[in-house]
C-alpha cells in the first residue's frame, strides 16, 4: 500500500493551509499582554509582568523611547484600538523601525484600524523583508506567489521564500520542499524537496515530518527506507497530524519485525532530539 503526502490533492493550497501568511503582531509579546488581560491577578503582579513585556520589547528596539512607543502601539493593538495602534505604528514604521513595518503591513493585509490593502501590506512587508525579517520575507512571498497586491511572479515568490528559509523559519521551509516536490515556481527537483522538508522538520514541523516519511516511503529523492519513513510519520503522528496516523499504519503493514522494531528505537531517538511544536 502507497503512503500518501499531505500534499496528494492540492499539494500547494494545503502547503498554505499549514503555512499561510502570518497574520499576528509579534505574537509572543501579544500572547503576554493577552495574559495580563485575562489573568486575575493583584495590580503589583499586573505592574510586574507590565515591565518585564517593556523589557522584551525593549529588547527588539533601538532605544528606551523607541520601545515605549512600540508598547503603546502594542498596547492598543491588544486591546482592539486598531486605529490608535496603526497610528502609532506608521510612525515607527515610516522611521524604518523593522517590526512596526511588519506591523502595519498586517494591519493593511487584514484590515485592521484601516481599509483592507494588499498593494499596501506588500509595500510595507517589503520594506521589512528588505531589513532581513524573516516573516516579512515570507508573508512577501506568499504576495507573490498568490497575486495579493503585487502581480503574481513566480521567481519573486521562490525569492523571498527561500530568503525566510535560509533564516531558518520551518513554514518557509515547509512551503520550499512543496514547491520542489511538486514542481510550483520552479523546475521539480526532488532532493531539493527533502533538503527543505528535512530542515522544516527538524524543527518540529509536523507537515515536512510526515511529507519527509512519505519521501522515504516512496524513495522519492532518497534512498527508499521504510525505518527512517516508520521514524518521522511517527513524529507527525504523536503530534497530532492526522495524515500521519494514517500513513504510520499503512507503512507498519509494509515493515517486517525487525524494520518495525529499529523504527520504534528510531523514533524515540527522533522524539528526545528534535522539538515538538
Same mark, same amino acid.
Given at each position: 500500500m502507497a503512503v500518501a503526502p499531505v500534499s496528494i490533492n492540492d499539494?500547494?493550497?494545503? +502547503?498554505?493551509?499549514?503555512?499561510? %501568511?502570518?497574520?499576528?503582531?509579534?505574537?509572543?509579546?501579544?500572547?503576554?499582554?493577552?495574559?495580563?488581560?485575562?489573568?486575575?491577578?493583584?495590580?503589583?503582579?499586573i505592574f510586574q509582568m507590565k515591565r518585564s513585556l517593556f523589557v522584551i520589547v525593549l529588547f527588539f528596539c533601538s532605544s528606551t523611547a523607541l520601545a515605549a512607543d512600540f508598547y503603546t502601539a502594542l498596547t492598543a493593538y491588544s486591546q482592539g484600538d486598531f486605529r490608535t495602534a496603526f497610528d502609532e505604528f506608521k510612525i515607527l514604521a515610516e522611521e524604518g523601525e523593522i517590526n512596526s513595518q511588519f506591523a502595519i503591513?498586517?494591519?493593511?493585509?487584514?484590515?485592521?484600524?484601516?481599509?483592507?490593502?494588499? !498593494?499596501?501590506?506588500?509595500?510595507?512587508? %517589503?520594506?521589512?523583508?528588505?531589513?532581513?525579517? %524573516?516573516?516579512?520575507?515570507?508573508?512577501?512571498?506568499?504576495?507573490y506567489d498568490k497575486g495579493e497586491g503585487v502581480e503574481q511572479d513566480s521567481a519573486e515568490a521562490i525569492k523571498w521564500y527561500r530568503k525566510a528559509a535560509d533564516q531558518g523559519l520551518p513554514e518557509a521551509q515547509f512551503t520550499l520542499g512543496v514547491q520542489y516536490d511538486e514542481g510550483i515556481?520552479?523546475?521539480?527537483?526532488?532532493?531539493? +524537496?527533502?533538503?527543505w522538508y528535512r530542515l522544516a522538520a527538524e524543527?518540529?514541523?509536523?507537515?515536512?515530518?510526515?511529507?519527509?516519511?512519505?519521501?522515504? +516511503?516512496?524513495?522519492?529523492?532518497?534512498?527508499?527506507?521504510?525505518?527512517?519513513?516508520?521514524?518521522? #510519520?511517527?513524529? +507527525?503522528?504523536?503530534?497530532?497530524?492526522? !495524515?500521519?496516523?494514517?500513513?504510520?499504519?499503512?507503512?507498519?503493514?509494509?515493515?517486517?519485525?525487525?524494520? #518495525?522494531?529499529?523504527?520504534n528505537k528510531r523514533a524515540s531517538e527522533f522524539a528526545e532530539k528534535y522539538p515538538k511544536k
Open positions: 499539494p500547494f493550497g494545503l +502547503a498554505l493551509q499549514s503555512g499561510k %501568511r502570518f497574520s499576528t503582531i509579534v505574537a509572543c509579546v501579544l500572547n503576554l499582554i493577552t495574559e495580563i488581560g485575562r489573568s486575575r491577578i493583584c495590580r503589583g503582579a503591513a498586517i494591519m493593511y493585509d487584514e484590515g485592521q484600524g484601516v481599509s483592507q490593502d494588499h !498593494a499596501q501590506a506588500a509595500h510595507w512587508y %517589503r520594506k521589512a523583508a528588505e531589513q532581513g525579517h %524573516r516573516k516579512a520575507q515570507y508573508n512577501l512571498a506568499f504576495a515556481n520552479t523546475t521539480p527537483d526532488l532532493s531539493e +524537496a527533502v533538503k524543527q518540529g514541523h509536523l507537515d515536512a515530518q510526515n511529507n519527509l516519511g512519505f519521501m522515504y +516511503a516512496q524513495g522519492r529523492g532518497v534512498p527508499l527506507d521504510r525505518v527512517q519513513a516508520y521514524a518521522w #510519520l511517527n513524529m +507527525a503522528a504523536e503530534g497530532g497530524n492526522e !495524515a500521519a496516523k494514517t500513513n504510520r499504519v499503512l507503512i507498519k503493514d509494509e515493515m517486517t519485525p525487525d524494520e #518495525l522494531e529499529e523504527g
